[in-house]
């Protein structure tokens, strides 16, 4: 079975699976629009982004991934924190309660996987070695593994916290590929990258000469950078 009609690539051509999480494995839309609801129930009826998650989450995230861009050494649950009050700016709202905007930072650990997603992680493992490449910082994920993710095994884990930048830099890519190497044995040649997001993950996968599959949730392309 192929990769994709225009790759060549097989896959039992590959050995590893990298994952992106947010996005791809983990519902980070649903989990990040019930997150944002306490400022968008303050809006006026007249404003757009009041009921419609689309509106609402994708000016959201605009405002991470420009911090991720500014930001890269902030923690994953800080830079959550300061997009929300970011977010409020924007809205012209009277900046949000601190407790708000810590509850955001620290609501990882709630977000729902897909429906689909530890049973198909747990197939896969039969017969690929699987990682996470993620936008996120150890202790929320190591949250995550123990609650949405529970009872998948992962055969390593690298996430932005200890990288120092946030996808799309390619020095996320890179050191994805010179530590699975290193620590697991594969080579570029055998990773499949795997992953929703568009121009976090396979915009740069593409620059970097990697094959990636693109998993298809919600309606339109990923966006975010997770």
């Not at 983990?26 to 009826?45: M, N, T």
């Not at 993710?149 to 996808?167: M, Q, R």
């Not at 799309?168 to 499949?192: Q, R, T």
Request: proline letters at 7%; a neutral charge.
């Amino acid at each position: 079975m192929k990769v994709r009609t225009d790759d060549p690539s097989r896959l039992s051509d590959f050995k590893l699976l990298s994952f992106d999480c947010f996005g791809t494995l983990v519902d980070w839309e649903s989990g990040i629009y019930e997150e944002l609801k306490p400022l968008l129930a303050r809006l006026p009826p007249s404003n757009p982004l009041k009921n419609n998650k689309d509106l609402a989450v994708n000016a959201y995230n605009d405002l991470e991934v420009s911090l991720c861009a500014s930001k890269p050494n902030l923690k994953y649950s800080s830079l959550l924190s300061e997009s929300y009050l970011s977010f409020a700016s924007s809205l012209s709202l009277p900046p949000p309660p601190q407790s708000e905007a810590d509850a955001i930072g620290a609501s990882v650990r709630k977000w729902p996987a897909f429906p689909d997603t530890v049973a198909a992680l747990n197939r896969l493992k039969k017969h690929y070695k699987l990682v996470i490449l993620s936008n996120i910082d150890k202790e929320s994920f190591s949250q995550v593994l123990a609650g949405s993710l529970a009872g998948v095994e992962f055969d390593a884990v690298y996430v932005a916290e200890e990288i120092g930048s946030y996808k799309p830099d390619l020095k996320n890519f890179e050191y994805l590929l010179e530590h699975v190497k290193s620590e697991l044995g594969v080579e570029k040649a055998e990773v499949l990258h795997t992953a929703h997001g568009i121009r976090a993950d396979h915009v740069p996968t593409k620059q970097m000469g990697m094959t990636s599959a693109w998993i298809a949730r919600g309606r339109r392309p990923g966006r975010g950078v997770r």
